[in-house]
T-cell receptor, first 114, second 112 residues
């Protein structure tokens, strides 16, 4: 069974630009979550989607947004990029996002802002 | 809200020696607990999970963890480590809000 696939793996952008990251969950998984990982802040929750609905959102500015499609694939978008947005963005999927269902992570997208 | 504290940021250990990584959590509701491992330039891989039942949980690669409700701890152990266990380890809790809360991570460096 294929794992969680994130594209692209690496991305370089400049301040002020916007970026879209993509995540394809494990087949049959309907919940997709996004996390930001930085050396200073560690792993922080961005948002979670299930059946195209956002069920929870972390404490990030409105520049960070996401969506989920009917096939459970998800995208996240960051507008007006800032230097502090440089991070590893991880996507995770689970069957239905219930707390007893482990999340399975992709290898992430490394975003660098120049 | 939930929070997780990993008590050691770095743990150096010799090959074939035992290792213990400490994790404490706080939560006002019952939680489910997880340990993940992250190798360089990769995502997180699930090592083991505590959902209910036996407090001693066995995972992949010879790791095990013990859930202690009274001490709100979920420490990870391995009796004999290999060079390949060099990685960063994260303790995480899940509750009712469709997200995981992670600790800051423990870097394990195994030396020959």
């Amino acid at each position: 069974k294929a794992g969680v696939t994130q594209t692209p793996r690496y991305l370089i952008k400049t301040r002020g630009q916007q970026v879209t990251l993509s995540c394809s969950p494990i087949s049959g998984h309907r919940s997709v979550s996004w996390y930001q990982q930085t050396p200073g802040q560690g792993l922080q929750f961005l948002f979670e989607y299930f059946s195209e609905t956002q069920r929870n959102k972390g404490n990030f500015p409105g520049r960070f947004s996401g969506r989920q499609f009917s096939n459970s694939r998800s995208e996240m978008n960051v507008s007006t990029l800032e230097l502090g947005d440089s991070a590893l963005y991880l996507c995770a999927s689970s069957l239905a996002g219930q707390r007893n269902q482990p999340q399975h992570f992709g290898d992430g997208t490394r975003l660098s802002i120049l | 809200a939930q929070s997780v504290t990993q008590l050691d940021s770095q743990v150096p250990v010799f090959e074939e020696a035992p290792v213990e990584l400490r994790c404490n959590y706080s939560s006002s509701v019952s939680v489910y607990l997880f340990w993940y491992v992250q190798y360089p330039n990769q995502g997180l891989q699930l090592l083991l999970k505590y959902l209910s039942g036996s407090t001693l949980v066995k995972g992949i690669n010879g790791f095990e963890a013990e859930f202690n409700k009274s001490q709100t701890s979920f420490h990870l152990r391995k009796p004999s480590v290999h060079i390949s266990d060099t990685a960063e380890y994260f303790c995480a809790v899940g509750a009712n809000d469709y997200k995981l809360s992670f600790g800051a991570g423990t870097t394990v460096t195994v030396r020959a």
